[in-house]
Structure formats: C-alpha cells, structure tokens
Antibody
Framework: QVQMVQSGPEVKKPGASVKVSCKAS????????LSWVRQAPGQGLEWMGW????????RYAKILQDRVSMTRDTSTNTAYMELRSLRSDDTAVYYC??????????????WGQGTLVTVSA | DIQMTQSPSSLSASVGETVTISCRAS??????LNWYQQIPGKAPRLLIY???NLLSGVPSRFSGGGSGTEFTLTISSLQPEDFATYHC?????????FGQGTKVEVK
C-alpha cells in the first residue's frame, strides 16, 4: 500500500536550518507531485510549496520562498524539504503530501505521518 | 495568493445535530475546493473534492456545496467520530491555500 514515511522530530536553534525527508513506497514515485504542508501548534494548515517529482520543478509559497527548498532523489524515492534561517514561529508539524488528479481536480489523498520541528534557543 | 476564510472558527454541537461550515475564497475558484477532516495528532483526511464530490468510503452524512467564492460543508446527524477540525483548500491556483480550520466540538 501507499506509504510516506517522514524523518524524525528535530530541535533547532533560531537561525539554523532543518531538512525533513519523506520516503515514498507503494506507488510510482515519479508519477505524482508532492506538496509540503505545515501546522503550527493549535493553528490551521499552511501550504508551503510543491515539487514535481518527475521534472523537479518547484513552486513555493511567497511568504517562504526566500527560505525554503524542495528537492527529490528518484533513485531512493525520497523527497526533501529544507527550511533555513529558522525562527520560533517555524515551530510546527511538517507534512509531505502526495497530490492526485481526480479528472482535473487536484487533491491531497496521501499524507506522511508528520515531523515535529521545534525552534528554540 | 488566493485567501481562504472559514467560518466559524469553532462550533459546539451535539450528536445527531446538523452543522454547516462555510469557506469563502478571495476570488472565483470555480469548483476547485476540497474539504479535509483532521483528528488531533493525525494527518488530515480528504472528505470532499471538487466542492461536492464525496470521496469513496466517506459517509453520506457529509455533503459539500457551492461554487465561485462561497462554499459549504454540511454534516447531517453528527456522529461521535465527527468531532474534529475541518479544513477547506483551494486547488484552483498552482499556489494552494487552506482556510484556517473549523473545530467542531462536543456541546
């Protein structure tokens, strides 16, 4: 079955960087785009960006575009999200999420388990 | 970016009641609106796509409506497992955005 397994929790100091991985299995990795979504404690979902696994093309939310990078390694079916210059308000659970196309309607049907990133001095 | 605004932010209801959650887009998004349910500590789960299409396996007490800028999610006859947070998401733009979520709590 489809699985998306993310790396473990991270604790970082302000100004540092974090790189979260998402290893996919159970489907053709290159056939689906992948979004990254984060959720600060007690808050809603925030779309961070998207990567085309096949082409490597990326789109980033404007509020994060100067600090985020999304990459993938098709040889290991793994996607990565790196966030730089971390601040306390970057503390959140970070999800990788596979997009599916339902007849032209794009949805997120598969999610990773989430990775808690805590930014604290 | 397209802004998505949900209302209310939270509501209290009893088992058996019908509740409606609203989601407004800052511009016309046609029918490109999805609804997700999230249980605390879990990843979201897709319920409805394309504004009104129920994902296979989702109970029929969930229904979605609307188009353009105004959308609704209705849960008829609330069940204990429906107490959760609900999120709308627009998929019209390549830059996807979510609403801030609506928490459905037990009255």
């Amino acid at each position: 079955q489809v699985q998306m397994v993310q790396s473990g929790p991270e604790v970082k100091k302000p100004g540092a960087s974090v790189k979260v991985s998402c290893k996919a299995s159970g489907y053709s990795f290159v056939d689906y785009g992948l979004s990254w979504v984060r959720q600060a404690p007690g808050q809603g979902l925030e779309w961070m960006g998207w990567i085309s696994i096949y082409y490597g093309q990326t789109r980033y939310a404007k509020i994060l575009q100067d600090r985020v990078s999304m990459t993938r390694d098709t040889s290991t079916n793994t996607a990565y999200m790196e966030l730089r210059s971390l601040r306390s308000d970057d503390t959140a659970v970070y999800y990788c999420a596979r997009e599916s196309d339902f007849g032209g309607l794009i949805v997120i049907q598969q999610w990773g388990q989430g990775t808690l990133v805590t930014v604290s001095a | 970016d397209i802004q998505m605004t949900q209302s209310p932010s939270s509501l209290s209801a009893s088992v058996g009641e019908t509740v409606t959650i609203s989601c407004r887009a800052s511009q016309d998004i046609d029918l490109y609106l999805n609804w997700y349910q999230q249980i605390p500590g879990k990843a979201p789960r897709l319920l409805i796509y394309g504004a009104s299409n129920l994902l296979s396996g989702v109970p029929s007490r969930f229904s979605g409506g609307g188009s353009g800028t105004e959308f609704t999610l209705t849960i008829s006859s609330l069940q204990p497992e429906d107490f959760a947070t609900y999120h709308c998401q627009q998929a019209y733009s390549d830059f996807r955005t979510f609403g801030q979520g609506t928490k459905v709590e037990v009255k």
